[in-house]
């Protein structure tokens, strides 16, 4: 067996590293000049990915497709306007548990979360754009079903990953929540208005539920469902890239009116 200390040792890892570095120059695609680096930190979510597919469409679009497209749409649209960071919690086909998503943004220090989705409904006549706060209490039946569906996710991830946060992790954290909701219903309140005209709306779009992904006590947090894929049209709409082009352009609009509004201490975040 050819051990990292042997190859160490013969000087093989410059042999083997030189060609991939020059590799990777050449594919480095030009960038223009980064926000920043004490611009406020978006971090975005795509939804689901790896073994867990998320809602599978009526043709049989897979969700975690269509939200890490949207998801690197909108870092591309967010990232020319150079007044934010901009983070994936994945930009890979990979699984990740829904507490690890909150613990990636808390740890990059994100400003504000924005987890993408086009979920299923029972009820496949109902399309449309909503976006989702937390709440113990869901706002309706079809939002309570979506947040069980939703964190049922980490079923995925076998039994490590099936921890629901302790209770005296959830008083502390409640300290934190009166500011951060605020900000979170803010937040949605942006998304429905930048969708209004633009984005097919859900009736009553602004909704809420127990949803495991926006539990981050202290970063602004929304998960904006995109369409759904139990619906033909919205599946049809959200697989053209043009489309999500379009809803790209909505999040950002509203992106931009929750910091324009947002307190300095915010924006430093
Ligand atoms: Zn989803």
């Given at each position: 067996m050819i051990t990292r200390r042997m190859l160490l040792?013969?000087?093989?890892?410059?042999?083997?590293?030189?060609?991939a570095m020059a590799w990777a120059k050449r594919a480095q695609p030009k960038r223009s000049t980064p926000a920043p680096s004490k611009a406020p930190l978006v971090m975005l979510d795509p939804g689901h990915g790896g073994k867990d597919p998320g809602a599978i469409g009526?043709?049989?679009?897979?969700?975690?497709?269509?939200?890490?497209?949207?998801?690197?749409?909108?870092?591309?649209?967010?990232?020319?306007?150079?007044?934010?960071?901009?983070?994936?919690?994945?930009?890979?086909?990979?699984?990740?548990?829904?507490?690890?998503?909150?613990?990636?943004?808390?740890?990059?220090?994100?400003?504000?979360?924005?987890?993408?989705?086009?979920?299923?409904?029972?009820?496949h006549s109902v399309r449309g754009a909503s976006v989702y706060t937390l709440s113990?209490?869901?706002?309706?039946?079809?939002?309570?079903?979506?947040?069980?569906?939703?964190?049922?996710?980490?079923?995925?991830?076998?039994?490590?990953?099936?921890?629901?946060?302790?209770?005296?992790?959830?008083i502390l954290?409640?300290?934190?929540?009166?500011?951060?909701?605020?900000?979170?219903?803010?937040?949605?309140?942006?998304?429905v208005g930048a969708f209004d005209g633009t984005v097919p709306l859900l009736q009553n779009p602004a909704r809420h539920a127990d949803f495991a992904v926006l539990?981050?006590?202290?970063?602004?947090?929304?998960l904006v469902e995109m369409g759904f894929m139990s619906n033909r049209a919205d599946e049809a709409a959200l697989r053209r890239p043009k489309h999500r082009a379009q809803v790209a352009a909505a999040l950002r609009e509203a992106i931009a009116a929750y910091f324009a509004g947002a307190p300095a201490a915010q924006l430093s975040g």
């Open positions: 040792g013969h000087g093989a890892v410059a042999w083997i590293c030189l060609p009526v043709s049989g679009t897979y969700e975690k497709h269509i939200a890490l497209a949207s998801a690197t749409e909108l870092r591309r649209q967010l990232s020319a306007d150079r007044r934010y960071r901009v983070e994936l919690t994945r930009t890979r086909d990979v699984f990740i548990p829904l507490a690890q998503r909150v613990k990636i943004a808390q740890a990059r220090g994100a400003a504000l979360f924005v987890s993408m989705h086009a979920d299923a409904l029972t009820d113990l209490s869901a706002s309706d039946a079809q939002s309570a079903a979506l947040a069980r569906r939703e964190n049922a996710a980490d079923r995925y991830g076998g039994a490590e990953f099936r921890g629901t946060s302790p209770e005296v992790a959830r954290a409640s300290l934190e929540r009166a500011e951060t909701r605020s900000g979170s219903a803010r937040m949605a309140r942006s998304v539990q981050a006590a202290d970063i602004p947090s929304v």
